[in-house]
């Protein structure tokens, strides 16, 4: 069966500092992949999403990045952290094939820049 | 560009009354909508989807392209309901966007 790990659960970070949020999934292959950031208020943003290796869309200008260097590797990224990166992060997977398929979610990273 | 409404951010019913849970959507081709759920504590998960025309937990949701719009209803609330829902639409190029979210509290 496929699973969706991610990790930390929580990561507490001084403003300025880098950032690395990882994400992977087992038991499936060429899978959508998403990053967003759930924050009360304003719901669930997309932050960045891939259809293949190498393939990143970027929905939110601003200064984190993500890559996938794997097939079902993710990771979110920041060279200097911001107070207002602070949030919930999530990552999820989805299959290609047929319509209506769904997301798969991770169990998240609570994020606190300070 | 695609985008989720959901207007209320909470919604408070007491137990046995009918729910209903707005959501309207933006979107130039032909959308794929979904309700997705968070009880607490839990993962976010799928509850249902438009192209199934399902019902879970007693919940139904119908696409009214007219009206662009994917209200989320249930004729007799229960406590076990409250949670977290968001309506999800997925575009073109594998994009899923999520609307803000609504809250829903079942009073007993």
């Known amino acids: 069966s496929q699973t969706i790990h991610q990790w930390p659960a929580t990561l507490v970070q001084p403003v300025g500092s880098p950032l690395s949020l990882e994400c992977t999934v087992e038991?499936?292959?060429?899978?959508?992949l998403y990053w967003y950031r759930q924050a009360a208020g304003r719901g669930l943003q997309l932050l960045f999403y891939s259809v293949g290796i190498g393939q990143i869309s970027s929905e939110v200008p601003q200064n984190l990045s993500a890559s996938r260097p794997q097939d079902r590797q993710f990771i979110l990224s920041s060279k200097k952290l911001l107070l207002s990166d602070s949030g919930f992060y999530l990552c999820?997977?989805?299959?290609?094939?047929?319509?209506?398929?769904?997301?798969?979610f991770g169990s998240g990273t609570q994020l606190s820049v300070l | 560009a695609q985008r989720v409404t959901q207007p209320e951010k909470l919604l408070s019913v007491f137990k046995g009354a009918p729910v209903e849970l707005k959501c309207n959507y933006s979107y130039s081709g032909s959308p794929e909508l979904f309700w997705y759920v968070q009880y607490s504590r839990q993962r976010l998960q799928l509850l249902l989807r438009?192209?199934s025309r399902e019902s879970i937990k007693g919940f139904t949701a119908d696409l009214n392209k007219g009206e662009t719009s994917f209200h989320l209803k249930k004729p007799f609330a229960q406590e076990e309901d409250s949670a977290m829902y968001y309506c999800a639409l997925k575009g073109g190029y594998q994009k899923v966007t999520f609307g803000t979210g609504t809250k829903l509290q079942v009073i007993p």
């Open positions: 999820a997977w989805k299959s290609k094939q047929g319509l209506g398929e769904k997301l798969f």
């Open positions: 438009h192209i």
């Open positions: 038991g499936t292959s060429n899978p959508n």
